[in-house]
């Protein structure tokens, strides 16, 4: 058995082919969607991403905007400046990147976003949208995992999936997902005991830990399919996933390689939530949006 790859790039840019096409749609009525993305400091990796996503948003015709505040901004002035973009009617998304510097609290500063633009779904009203399994806007990599399994035909209902990893960007929403979707789920970390022998049971095998190779193939069941979340950074300046993926793909029915899997998918899924945001401004939304939509 050698694991079929899950080409997350290539679902991601037929995804983002869709939005092109709501976005259009959305111009015919007078309404552009914009987001607004807001990083404090100079992390040279959330500049990256930042840039990533400036250049997504344009690549369907969405408005952008970065705003790059001091390292030294006050929690104070940072919830003043997104009051403003709260209250500006362009602006369908606000984003702010984490991580933030010290003195700002991120669980206050996202709690600032009004739900209705927290395309990250990060605000306690998405999240307890996602827990009461009703329409909200989803943490954008787990809603790629879900989206990923979809496209490739992936039952999901009866099966049993096991999360390795319970952060609240991933692991957790990964699980809440799974569940709401019918499969019997297994959440698993670092105080975990005997992890192989869960990560085993799995039908679906989710690993979100941020540590390289750390998943074998012994630790699969075979004919199981494994989504790789992680993307480290080797010594030799290399990306690594979470999951071994040498000893893995004998063993697995399908794979997400690292890089090319998941990670196209994170910011495809912001682009979908800025369109269903600005959608839903324009009253263009359906009446009936599905849990994971």
């Known amino acids: 058995m050698t694991a079929r790859i899950i080409d997350g790039k290539a679902i991601a840019a037929e995804f983002r082919n869709e939005c092109a096409v709501r976005v259009a749609r959305l111009k015919e009525h007078g309404v552009v969607p914009g987001l607004a993305v807001v990083i404090v400091g100079e992390d040279p990796a959330s500049k990256v991403y930042v840039r990533n996503k400036a250049l997504a948003c344009e690549a369907i015709?969405?408005?952008?905007?970065?705003?790059?505040l001091s390292a030294d901004t006050t929690q104070a002035h940072l919830l003043k400046f997104i009051a403003t973009l709260?209250?500006?009617?362009?602006?369908?998304g606000i984003l702010v990147q984490l991580p933030l510097p010290k003195q700002i609290d991120p669980r206050t500063v996202i709690g600032a976003i009004v739900p209705e633009k927290d395309v990250d779904g990060f605000h306690y009203h998405n999240v307890g949208a996602l827990v009461?399994?009703?329409a909200a806007f989803y943490p954008c990599t787990p809603w790629g995992v879900m989206k990923m399994l979809e496209h490739e035909g992936i039952e999901v209902l009866g099966k049993h999936a096991v999360v390795v990893g319970r952060s609240n960007i991933v692991g957790k929403p990964m699980a809440l997902m799974l569940l709401n979707a019918g499969a019997t789920v297994t959440i698993c970390h670092s105080k975990t005991r005997d992890l192989a022998a869960m990560t085993r049971q799995a039908d679906i095998l989710v690993a979100a830990v941020g540590k390289p190779r750390m998943i074998g193939g012994d630790a699969v069941k075979p004919g199981a399919v494994v989504i790789d979340v992680g993307i480290n950074r080797l010594p030799d300046g290399k990306l690594a996933g979470d999951v071994d993926a040498a000893s893995v793909a004998p063993v697995a029915s399908r794979i997400t390689p690292v890089p090319g899997g998941v990670g196209p998918m994170t910011i495809a899924m912001l682009l979908g939530n800025t369109v269903k945001s600005a959608e839903r401004a324009a009253g263009l939304g359906s009446a009936a949006e599905t849990r994971i939509a």
Request: aromatic content about 0%; cysteine-free.
């Open 61 to 68: 015709g969405m408005h952008s905007e970065v705003h790059t």
């Open 86 to 92: 709260n209250a500006d009617p362009d602006l369908h």
């Open 132 to 134: 009461a399994g009703d």
